[in-house]
């Protein structure tokens, strides 16, 4: 009674109070208790109602902090409710069947004398439908509430119990907190957890190549995971483990020791219809990881470049830390973009940084042996021994290719004081190596790099077989061994400066340009474009962005950039972008693709014109991030549309991108692709005349070395001046590289293949022939930047033309790219190397492609010009037994030193800025003379923990 009362005060809604559930019990069992007080008689009466009280223990337990999750609530409430039901029923029942009939005459004559616990029974097997028959009802009010209990108990009964049989498995299963084996790292991966990311992340985190990777991966996500997820964590039990919960609540952070954790990976959606909203949403996931533990490392997964800048607001972000962002869109369109520059390079470098075991085969053809030889190639990081110290770069890389078998790419380079360091690309002669630096290298497996750490001038000097290249036993006595100071990794404290390293010595070898330099007698053939873009400037007046980087006009009107009918100037070695986007679609952030074909270790007169063509409200959304780069056009319309295709000359490009941000359809991703797809078709399927006149003469010329070899429709490619390009008669011949964003649509791109629906992304013929790049490649660089702090420094080097944390920063406050002043510190940024392509055809490198050995085409470039070589881009029919030979070419990368070459194969190559150019000479643009030559630099620290880690 009392409590009743206090309940009744306390009550905000005394209405509601009165009539809940609650207190009817109290209606039912206090009056009786006063009754049998007056009467001095023990009644039981309705005090089993008492039993529905269990129902509020969960509030109880919760007021008590002894129940937290979701599941335990939920259990609880579902049991004691059960439970409560249960014995109140049985309660009744115990009543009415010791009582007798009330409605007979006399009353209560025909009690049947049960306890209450057998009265329990009776409803339990009621409920449950099993019946033994052994104990019934007797009364015709007993029986008349069985009616009732049954049909409300089996309804209770087929809810409560499976969802209790569910919660217990759930909590036994993805439930309770990891614990953690000494000496055994572990990872926490969150964000997207799907079927199709893990499968991708896991087959590159474990594969074989890596050795033994002693981490554990533990996946925390809020929905419990699928059959077929369920199935992939089954087969990687010893190293997987899967909690149900949130990385928002702190709670699960601690279920999962977050504390100890190594690196905790966020996945995005990629094919998010809103990428701002997927970007906020994992960078609110690393702002409550950072705040429950600031220390962690972070490697976040975002589908917008300028959401970045974002992650810089979060005061415990480091990138100097390990702490990274991976962007698709930036990492995408820059892989686009250098294959603008050299077709195939998006290939090659996807390639590089995904770990994948090939198997060559008798049965399969020439081309597909080549390319699956070169998909085996990875990048890796080891500490040169001390037989390196002393060696410029040049040197050093002659010797790992031709001793090691190992391609040497990049190296950390020092200041002269020491105090700083990053990463240096090619740097040429300007560079020697110390005691303790770590090198970048291309090669089949960590075993391979290791060669390198253990080279000894003494005890290998002599050794032909690189296999016997292992630890010697010089045990550190001699200075030139490499079981040395080396065999600790080096330890500095040095610090990143924003300022480039100065080059220690300079040495004076041949220019790049001269490598496909022709007589003085021929004349430049001016490009026919001039009257359509902004007039040419002079060298000295080139304008660059504040960080020298990128080149730089004031802000142009997006009305000055649009071409509104065919113009009259024909244009030509151009690069066409269609995009299929309308207002309403998201930004895909184009920036990104024109930023590296702007990259200020390009001279102005070597910058490819850009043509947009697409929705002009697009477009003008577009515009705010691209009016201050040169050499921009729009045509405003639809890129199915031949007449707009025409008008732009499509023919006559370098290279046609196919874009699309159009939203994904939610019931078949397979239309995700539709409209690429149709564009690609559509300009296959073109066909053009030439009675444009601009074949040239030279270009009809083919020697008779090349008949058979050279498919119709091609010229050859390396000329030393910017010639318009030579037209295509079928749109089939025209370069093209498509951007997918389902894998399986691949196979619609070739109608001409016979790659099987279900052959693996890297194994159909448009990949690897650089025409097809999907998004999904990436997943692979999430794994790539944990095992390796350097790995994304590295690649963004090479594909984004130059982009550093400053430019991020600005880029942050929103106001777009800013002009600088060409001071000698700006100018200084410029002297980076660059992706391109050099022909064998002609030249002073031409000789090599009759039949000779890449490891002397390799050699003589990086003594006599400092080009570095990495890979071939080759036709895939070469034979003369071909009778239609293809125009398709494929990727090799990294050949064997005794691999033949052809005339007509192109060499992808690292190339030094030329700062005295004036006319492009190879895809992607060099130049004459060159006076000053830096590497191309990261403002980075280089990790120094890691011995021989994949990048």
């Known amino acids: 009674m009392v409590y009743f009362f206090i309940r009744f005060v306390a009550a905000p809604d005394k209405l509601w109070f009165l009539i809940e559930l609650y207190s009817f019990v109290d209606y039912f069992t206090i009056p009786p208790s006063f009754v049998a007080i007056y009467l001095d008689q023990t009644w039981l009466g309705l005090r089993f109602l008492r039993a529905l009280r269990l129902m509020s223990i969960p509030e109880i337990l919760q007021y008590l902090n002894l129940i937290k999750t979701t599941n335990q609530i939920r259990f609880s409430q579902l049991v004691l409710l059960f439970l409560s039901c249960w014995l109140t029923a049985a309660g009744f029942i115990h009543l009415v069947e010791n009582s007798g009939d009330v409605f007979n005459d006399p009353p209560f004559v025909n009690p049947q004398y049960l306890t209450y616990w057998e009265c329990v029974y009776i409803i339990i097997v009621t409920v449950s439908t099993v019946g033994y028959g052994d104990i019934y009802c007797k009364t015709v009010t007993g029986r008349f509430f069985m009616v009732f209990v049954i049909l409300g108990g089996l309804a209770l009964f087929a809810h409560a119990v499976p969802e209790i049989l569910i919660l217990i498995g759930n909590r036994t299963r993805y439930g309770g907190t990891y614990k953690k084996e000494n000496g055994k790292k572990h990872i926490v991966l969150c964000g997207h957890i799907t079927y199709d990311s893990v499968s991708n992340f896991l087959s590159d985190f474990l594969h074989k190549d890596r050795e033994d990777v002693e981490v554990e991966i533990i996946f925390i996500h809020k929905q419990m995971p ?25 709670n699960d952070l601690e279920r999962v020791n977050i504390k100890e954790a190594d690196a905790c990976l966020v996945l995005c959606n990629k094919y998010a219809d809103d990428p701002d909203a997927e970007d906020a949403a994992n960078i609110m996931r690393v702002i409550s990881i950072k705040n429950y533990h600031d220390g962690i490392k972070i490697i976040i997964q975002l589908m917008q470049y300028h959401n970045k800048a974002y992650l810089l607001n979060i005061p415990s972000w480091d990138w100097k830390r390990g702490d990274d962002a991976v962007c698709l869109a930036e990492l995408k369109l820059g892989f686009i973009a250098q294959s603008c520059l050299a077709p195939g390079f998006s290939t090659l470098m996807a390639n590089l940084f995904t770990m994948r075991s090939y198997k060559t085969s008798e049965d399969m053809e020439l081309w597909q042996n080549h390319y699956l030889q070169g998909t085996g190639m990875e990048m890796y990081t080891e500490y040169l021994s001390s037989a390196f110290v002393g060696l410029t770069f040049p040197k050093a890389a002659e010797m790992c290719f031709t001793k090691l078998k190992l391609l040497l790419i990049a190296t950390e380079a020092r200041s002269e004081d020491g105090s700083e360091s990053c990463i240096a690309i090619n740097p040429g002669a300007t560079v020697k190596i110390e005691q303790g630096t770590q090198g970048f290298f291309i090669a089949q497996s960590a075993d391979e790099v290791k060669r390198a750490f253990y080279y000894c001038k003494s005890c290998h000097g002599d050794v032909t077989d690189v296999r016997a290249i292992k630890k010697c036993r010089c045990k550190g006595t001699n200075a030139s061994c490499g079981n040395g100071k080396a065999d600790k990794p080096y330890e500095s404290s040095r610090r990143v400066s924003s300022v480039g390293l100065k080059p220690r010595i300079g040495s004076r070898t041949n220019s790049p340009t001269d490598v496909l330099a022709t007589t003085p007698e021929e004349k430049t053939v001016q490009n026919s474009t001039a009257p359509l873009l902004p007039s040419p400037v002079d060298a000295s007046q080139e304008i660059f962005d504040v960080t020298g980087m990128f080149h730089w006009i004031p802000e142009k009107l997006f009305e000055d950039c649009v071409i509104q009918e065919r113009p009259q100037e024909v244009l030509s070695n151009h690069v066409i972008v269609c995009v299929f986007a309308d207002s309403s679609s998201p930004l895909m952030g184009l920036r990104n693709l024109v930023m590296p074909l ?95 006149g ?19 429709g091609f010229n050859p490619l390396g000329s030393p001046i910017k010639l318009p390009r030579k037209t295509s008669t079928y749109g089939a011949n025209i370069p093209m590289i498509t951007e997918l964003a389902n894998d399986c649509n691949v196979q619609f791109l070739d109608q001409d293949d016979d790659d099987d629906p279900d052959t693996e992304l890297y194994m159909t013929q448009p990949f690897s022939c650089g025409t097809a790049f999907a998004v999904s490649v990436l997943d692979s660089l999430m794994s790539t930047t944990y095992f390796n702090d350097n790995a994304l420094t590295l690649i963004r080097t090479l594909i984004t033309g130059g982009a550093t944390p400053e430019l991020e920063q600005i880029l942050a406050e929103g106001a777009g790219m800013q002009g600088g002043y060409n001071s000698s510190d700006i100018m200084t940024n410029r002297n980076r190397c660059r992706v391109g392509q050099i022909s064998l055809y002609q030249g002073p490198l031409s000789h090599y492609g009759d039949n000779g ?24 029919d070469t034979s003369n037994d071909v009778k239609c030979p293809s125009s398709k070419r494929y990727v090799i990368t990294n050949p064997s030193d005794d691999f033949l070459l052809m005339p007509t194969d192109q060499i992808f190559c690292l190339i030094p800025f030329d700062n005295g150019a004036k006319n492009g000479i190879t895809k992607g643009g060099s130049g004459k003379k060159r006076h000053k030559r830096n590497s191309s630099m990261q403002k980075r620290p280089v990790n120094q923990s890691t011995e021989h880690a994949k990048v």
């Not at 601009?694 to 050279?710: C, F, R």
């Not at 050995?853 to 895939?876: E, H, P, Q, T």
Request: proline share 3%; glycine share 4%.
């Open 694 to 712: 601009l074949l040239q003469s030279s270009a009809q010329k083919v020697t008779t070395s090349t008949e058979g070899v050279l498919p119709p």
């Open 598 to 692: 702007r990259a200020s270790n390009f001279h102005y007169e070597e910058l490819k014109t850009v043509v947009l063509v697409g929705d002009e409200d697009y477009m003008r959304r577009e515009w705010k991030c691209l009016y201050n780069f040169p050499k921009i056009l729009v045509l405003p319309g639809s890129p199915l549309n031949r007449a707009n295709l025409r008008a732009v000359y499509v023919n006559l490009c370098d290279m046609c991108v196919i874009l699309s941000a159009k939203h994904h359809s939610a019931e078949d991703t397979t239309l995700a692709d539709k409209e690429a797809i149709l564009c690609s078709l559509n300009i296959k399927a073109m066909t053009f005349d030439d009675s444009i």
């Open 226 to 250: 699928g059959l077929d997820l369920e199935g992939l964590f089954k087969r990687n039990f010893t190293q997987v483990e899967f909690f149900q919960g949130s990385v928002m609540d702190a």
């Open 853 to 876: 050995k890449y490891s002397d085409l390799f050699v003589a470039a990086l003594k006599n010009y400092s080009i570095l070589c990495i890979g071939l881009y080759r036709f895939r």
